[in-house]
């Protein structure tokens, strides 16, 4: 694709993020590659958990009054902040849109409005503006399927469930994930269907639909990121090291942050754990974690508020990752060849965490009660265990089919190209 080419029709996208780091990555990746096939960007985004501009001189950035506080826009509360989200922004966010048309240059005109699945009312403001609404999921794929599934009759009881029978029915197209595997859970509330229900809405209105099927290098992020776990790593044994994060949401009480750490530190391999602060209920970081602990790893465990993921799943000493299965980690960790211990808490994670441990065969699942010996094991049979060859051997193999897909002519390559020609085809 021809830089030229994007610049010749209306050729300014706006593109609107969900203000959590899970959300804001992958649209800023998308930014980058659609800049760079000669699109101007505009990145609308909520007041609350603002990305930081000066990364981006390359964008235009707008931001939209939100009218939340930080106090009412927290992961436990997220419903809320969604539902707050979408009817806070879109009076603000029509204004804007209809100001910049007035007053545009016609060699910059708006050729459409690109927008995260979960803030649905930017689909509406692209109706009301007679603009293409492109739909972005930053999930899996089957995410789609997932969100669509909302049968009607059980609503009334607050929740919908499904017979056990039912559950375990197969998924055509998914291939060996069942209803159970593909929904997370088989009771799922309502106010969680409704979303899903005004999100799959906003999809069929939409001109296109984008998903997040590959991994993109680019540093994005809010928490300042702590490198020294970098060198920290420089003096570890290949493939010794077991990372633990869970995203930017998911959130342990105290019981789950002790069996955690005696798990970690009884598995005898080094690690390098992520605790955000204010992911441990109940306490601002890792003052729950007993002094006993902390002699016991001195040394042999690393801890840091946010790390530089990316690069650390990249390194030659991280042979395992135990993830909570969001969409970005998984992805990150699939195209690195690293083998995942999996805890899915919410959401997709679930779907993710079969994909990764059923179908893909590149991981353990965790279920149950998180319990010290139990991690203790399934960490060694991930990391050193004979049990575990085959799955450190297929993560290896995925990551080469990764590569050849993100490399010249392979599969994501031609998407991207073929995405940049279906935008310019609207003009
Ligand atoms: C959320 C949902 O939880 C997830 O289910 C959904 O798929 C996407 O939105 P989040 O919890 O943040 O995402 O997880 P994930 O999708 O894995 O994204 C986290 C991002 O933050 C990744 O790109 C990861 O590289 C980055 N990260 C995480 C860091 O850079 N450093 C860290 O210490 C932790």
């Given at each position: 694709?021809?830089?030229q080419?994007a610049k010749?029709?209306?050729h300014?996208?706006v593109?609107?993020?969900?203000?959590?780091?899970?959300h804001?990555?992958?649209?800023?990746q998308?930014?980058?590659i659609?800049h760079?096939?000669?699109f101007?960007i505009?990145?609308?985004h909520?007041q609350?958990?603002?990305?930081?501009?000066e990364?981006?001189p390359?964008?235009?950035?707008?931001?939209?009054?939100?009218g939340l506080?930080?106090?009412?826009f927290?992961?436990?509360?997220?419903?809320?902040?969604?539902s707050?989200l979408n009817s806070n922004c879109e009076?603000?966010f029509?204004?804007?849109?209809?100001?910049m048309?007035?007053?545009?240059d016609?060699?910059?005109r708006?050729?459409?409005v690109?927008y995260?699945?979960f803030?649905h009312f930017?689909q509406?403001?692209?109706?009301?503006?007679?603009?293409p609404?492109?739909?972005?999921?930053t999930s899996?794929?089957?995410?789609?399927?997932l969100?669509?599934?909302f049968p009607?009759?059980?609503r009334?009881?607050g929740y919908i469930?499904f017979?056990?029978?039912l559950a375990r029915?197969?998924?055509p197209?998914?291939q060996?994930?069942d209803l159970k595997?593909l929904?997370?859970?088989?009771?799922i509330?309502t106010?969680?269907l409704?979303?899903?229900?005004?999100?799959t809405?906003?999809?069929?209105k939409?001109?296109?639909?984008?998903?997040?099927t590959?991994h993109f290098?680019?540093?994005?992020?809010l928490t300042?990121?702590?490198?020294?776990c970098i060198?920290?790593?420089?003096?570890?044994?290949p493939?010794s090291?077991?990372?633990i994060s869970?995203?930017?949401m998911?959130s342990v009480?105290d019981?789950?942050?002790?069996?955690?750490?005696?798990?970690?530190?009884?598995s005898?391999q080094?690690f390098?754990w992520v605790v955000?602060?204010g992911s441990?209920?109940?306490s601002?970081?890792?003052?729950?974690?007993p002094?006993s602990f902390?002699?016991?790893?001195e040394?042999?465990g690393?801890i840091v508020?946010?790390?530089?993921q990316?690069e650390?799943?990249?390194?030659?000493?991280?042979?395992?990752?135990?993830s909570?299965?969001?969409w970005?980690?998984?992805?990150e960790s699939?195209?690195?060849?690293?083998?995942?211990l999996c805890?899915?808490?919410f959401?997709?994670?679930?779907l993710?965490?079969k994909y990764v441990c059923s179908v893909?065969?590149?991981g353990?699942?965790?279920?149950?009660?998180l319990?010290r010996?139990?991690?203790?094991?399934?960490?060694r049979?991930?990391?050193v265990?004979?049990?575990?060859?085959e799955?450190r051997q297929?993560a290896?193999?995925?990551?080469h089919?990764?590569?050849?897909?993100l490399?010249e002519n392979?599969?994501?390559?031609?998407a991207l190209?073929?995405?940049?020609?279906?935008?310019?085809s609207f003009g």
């Amino acid at each position: 694709m021809e830089k030229q080419e994007a610049k010749r029709i209306g050729h300014r996208l706006v593109l609107v993020v969900y203000p959590f780091q899970g959300h804001i990555n992958p649209m800023l990746q998308l930014a980058t590659i659609l800049h760079s096939k000669g699109f101007s960007i505009t990145i609308a985004h909520p007041q609350f958990n603002s990305p930081n501009h000066e990364n981006h001189p390359e964008f235009h950035f707008v931001s939209i009054p939100d009218g939340l506080s930080k106090t009412n826009f927290s992961p436990s509360n997220f419903m809320a902040a969604i539902s707050a989200l979408n009817s806070n922004c879109e009076a603000p966010f029509q204004q804007y849109m209809e100001e910049m048309m007035k007053v545009e240059d016609p060699h910059d005109r708006v050729a459409g409005v690109v927008y995260d699945g979960f803030m649905h009312f930017a689909q509406a403001v692209a109706n009301n503006l007679k603009l293409p609404g492109i739909n972005v999921r930053t999930s899996a794929a089957a995410t789609l399927l997932l969100f669509a599934v909302f049968p009607d009759a059980h609503r009334e009881r607050g929740y919908i469930s499904f017979p056990e029978s039912l559950a375990r029915a197969p998924v055509p197209g998914l291939q060996s994930l069942d209803l159970k595997g593909l929904l997370g859970s088989t009771e799922i509330p309502t106010p969680i269907l409704e979303l899903r229900a005004t999100m799959t809405d906003a999809t069929k209105k939409a001109s296109s639909i984008i998903v997040n099927t590959v991994h993109f290098l680019e540093q994005q992020t809010l928490t300042k990121e702590d490198t020294s776990c970098i060198s920290w790593l420089e003096k570890q044994a290949p493939k010794s090291v077991i990372y633990i994060s869970f995203g930017s949401m998911v959130s342990v009480d105290d019981k789950e942050l002790v069996e955690i750490a005696w798990g970690l530190a009884n598995s005898e391999q080094p690690f390098l754990w992520v605790v955000r602060p204010g992911s441990v209920r109940g306490s601002e970081w890792i003052e729950l974690l007993p002094e006993s602990f902390k002699e016991r790893v001195e040394g042999r465990g690393c801890i840091v508020k946010w790390a530089p993921q990316k690069e650390v799943l990249a390194h030659g000493a991280v042979g395992g990752y135990w993830s909570h299965c969001g969409w970005n980690s998984t992805l990150e960790s699939v195209c690195e060849g690293v083998p995942m211990l999996c805890r899915p808490y919410f959401g997709d994670q679930g779907l993710s965490a079969k994909y990764v441990c059923s179908v893909w065969k590149v991981g353990l699942e965790l279920e149950g009660v998180l319990e010290r010996g139990k991690i203790e094991r399934a960490i060694r049979k991930l990391m050193v265990e004979t049990e575990g060859v085959e799955i450190r051997q297929r993560a290896k193999d995925l990551k080469h089919k990764a590569e050849l897909c993100l490399s010249e002519n392979g599969s994501t390559y031609n998407a991207l190209n073929e995405l940049a020609q279906h935008i310019l085809s609207f003009g």
